[in-house]
């Protein structure tokens, strides 16, 4: 079946660090791919998007490239700020009229000034 | 501005009662969604709706149901509440299309006791 599987957090980095969140997916044909973030006490937003493979989503200095060969959805971000501390979660829509989307189990990451 | 407004932020119920969660969007928005999401198992979902009066069953759908009498509303109702069902309840809606972006609400943080 579809499913997302992300690398288990927590993850804590000093600011300006590199960060990668690593996520890999299973799924029939090809489905969009996404990034959540969620902030203390609030939903979750949109972070980037990919539809099709080989593209790149990017935003707010993340960026995430749809990797068909190796079922690979990774958020990286070069230097990283505190504002940056939530929990992220990477999704797929699957591949049916039914337009729902799952998500991995979500990785807390903390930065450190 | 897509908004997703959800009608409490915080409940606190007794087992045994019913409850309603309100969801309500403002972007004429086709699909509505009902997750829940509890610690390491990121969101799931519980219904979604993709027209008024529409419902289909979602991953986890035992012991809720939902109502869309209109196109920006979409109820959650737990028939009778159970410790268990102590979680966050997240909404969310979209358009129709693969591919399309689900906007979230803050969440409604339900306590059972």
């Known amino acids: 079946g579809n499913s997302v599987t992300q690398m288990e957090g927590p993850v804590t980095l000093s600011e300006e660090a590199f960060l990668t969140i690593n996520c890999t997916y299973t799924?029939?044909?090809?489905?969009?791919l996404f990034w959540y973030v969620q902030y203390p006490g609030e939903g979750l937003q949109l972070l980037l998007k990919?539809?099709?493979?080989?593209d790149k989503g990017s935003n707010k200095g993340f960026e995430a490239t749809y990797r068909k060969e190796t079922t690979s959805f990774h958020l990286e971000k070069g230097s990283v700020q505190v504002s940056d501390s939530a929990v992220y979660f990477c999704a797929l829509r699957r591949m049916n009229n039914n337009n729902d989307m799952r998500f991995g189990a979500g990785t807390r990451l903390t930065v450190k000034p | 501005d897509v908004k997703v407004t959800q009608s409490s932020r915080y409940l606190v119920k007794r087992t045994g009662e019913k409850v309603f969660l309100e969801c309500v969007q403002d972007?004429?928005?086709?699909?509505m969604f009902w997750y829940r999401q509890d610690p390491g198992l990121g969101l799931r979902l519980i219904y979604f709706?993709?027209?008024?009066?529409?419902?289909e069953k979602g991953d986890i759908p035992e012991g809720y149901s939902v109502s869309r009498e209109k196109k920006e509303r979409f109820s959650l109702i737990l028939e009778s509440a159970s410790t268990n069902q102590t979680s966050m309840y997240l909404c969310?809606?979209?358009?129709?299309?693969?591919?399309?972006?689900?906007?979230f609400g803050p969440g409604t943080r339900l306590l059972v006791l």
């Open positions: 969310a809606s979209s358009l129709l299309g693969r591919g399309e972006t689900q906007y």
């Open positions: 990919a539809t099709k493979a080989d």
């Open positions: 972007m004429d928005h086709e699909n």
């Open positions: 799924a029939t044909g090809y489905p969009s």
């Open positions: 709706s993709y027209d008024v009066k529409m419902k």
